[in-house]
Each structure stands twice: as structure tokens, then as C-alpha cells.
């Protein structure tokens, strides 16, 4: 089947102006997590959504930061007045159920902020 | 904060070596997993272990748990260039998070 899709796959901008990073989940998959990743680094936690539970947004570096999900499948990352050290790799997962802990990820979304 | 830290940061062998790469955290959890992450793409997971678990296998991949030294290994066995790749661990914390706190990695380089 179908796994984790994330679009664009690459994406430049200028700095100031906002993006649109966009990820379709496993169907049927609950849980959504977005992560950042820079050059050389582990896994930054972002944002979670689980189902119709308001999402748990700790992870979000800024306000210029947020996401939505619409209903309870496709989500959108949005990063409003880009700054360069927004510059990385935006990750997308998704997990069966609640319960699970196996995470399916996308294939990212490289951003250069310019 | 990183929760999981990996050691070594990068590791060099050739084909057919064993290849062990460690984890260790800092508070206590729930489970730890192990994912793969080839060059330019996302994740894949590896395998799960949980707290109450002490090794777990998966074909030529063998994963350890010490809860009482706050660390996990991954052993690759007789390890093939296309083992290339780096390797991260993540922990889930007790108390209902599904929110898993991933290392640095550990960059796997297998030379044929």
C-alpha cells in the first residue's frame, strides 16, 4: 500500500515569506507528528496530532509556526515570515493507533530559506 | 533536550564486521525503538523494545536493554554495504506520551 507522502520535496524561498509544507498519512492512520531535521541532527519534535484530540503543540519553535489537519488525514505544516535557521528537513509520520509506537515517515521536505 | 544520546557519532568497518551502536537516555521509559535513515530520506523503523524486555531480534539486528544503566545497544551482524546509513534511537517516556525523543544517530559507513 500507499506509505507517508510529503510535498513539496524540495522548497526555496526568500526569507520573509511564508510556506506551505503538505503531508497525506498511511489511510487509516491516527497519529500524525511533524519533526525537523538540520544537517547532521537528530529528530525535533514538532507538533502531534491523535485523532480528534486537540493537538499537542510543545514542540513548535515560534509562533510563526502551526499546523492543522483536516479531517483527521491530510495535514499542512505552515511557516509564516521564513527566517534562515528555518532552513531544514521537515519530516512527516504517521502511527496506526493510538496504542502504537511504530512510526511510518515520509520523505521529507527540504527547505532553504534564502 | 535530547533525550537519547547514540555513541559513536560514526562508525567505519568493512563487509562482514559486526557493527554495535549504543543509546543512552535519561529518564525512564516506556519503550525505545531503533530506526534506519538512508541518505536524503525519511526514517524506517528497525525494531521495538520494550522496558520490561531485555533483547529483542530481528533477522541480523539485535537489540539490548539495560534499564538500570539508562542504555540500549544495536548489534548489526555480518554487516553488508548496504547497511550504509544512520541509525537513531528513540525513547518513549512513561506516563501516556506518545512522543518519542530521538538522538543524534549514529552514521554507519560499511565498505565492501
Known amino acids: 500500500g500507499a506509505g507517508v507522502s510529503q510535498s513539496p520535496s524540495n522548497k526555496v524561498t526568500e526569507k520573509g515569506k511564508d510556506v506551505e509544507l503538505r503531508c497525506d498519512p498511511i489511510s487509516g492512520h491516527t497519529a500524525l507528528y511533524w519533526y525537523r531535521q538540520s544537517l547532521g541532527q537528530g529528530l525535533e519534535f514538532l507538533i502531534y496530532?491523535?485523532?480528534?484530540?486537540?493537538?499537542?503543540k510543545s514542540g513548535l519553535p515560534s509562533d510563526r509556526f502551526s499546523a492543522e489537519r483536516t479531517g483527521g488525514s491530510v495535514s499542512t505544516l505552515t511557516i509564516q515570515r521564513t527566517q534562515q535557521e528555518d532552513s531544514a528537513v521537515y519530516l512527516c509520520?504517521?502511527?496506526?493507533?493510538?496504542?502504537?509506537?511504530?512510526?511510518?515517515f515520509g520523505p521529507g521536505t527540504r527547505l532553504t530559506v534564502t | 533536550s535530547q533525550q537519547g544520546e547514540e555513541d559513536p557519532q560514526a562508525l567505519s568497518i568493512q563487509e562482514g564486521e559486526n557493527a554495535t551502536m549504543n543509546c543512552s537516555y535519561k529518564?525512564?521509559?516506556?519503550?525505545l525503538q531503533w530506526y534506519r535513515q538512508n541518505s536524503g530520506r525519511g526514517l524506517v523503523h528497525l525494531i521495538l523494545i520494550r522496558s520490561n524486555e531485555r533483547e529483542k531480534h530481528s533477522g541480523r539486528l539485535r537489540v539490548t536493554l539495560d534499564t538500570s544503566k539508562k542504555s540500549s545497544s544495536l548489534l548489526i551482524t555480518a554487516s553488508r554495504a548496504a547497511d550504509t546509513a544512520s541509525y537513531f534511537c528513540?525513547?518513549?517516556?512513561?506516563?501516556?506520551?506518545?512522543?518519542?525523543?530521538f538522538g543524534r544517530g549514529t552514521s554507519l559507513i560499511v565498505h565492501p
Open positions: 509520520a504517521s502511527t496506526r493507533t493510538s496504542g502504537s509506537y511504530e512510526q511510518y
Open positions: 496530532f491523535q485523532g480528534n484530540s486537540a493537538p499537542d
Open positions: 528513540a525513547t518513549v517516556p512513561w506516563g501516556g506520551s506518545y512522543i518519542p525523543t
Open positions: 529518564t525512564s521509559i516506556n519503550n
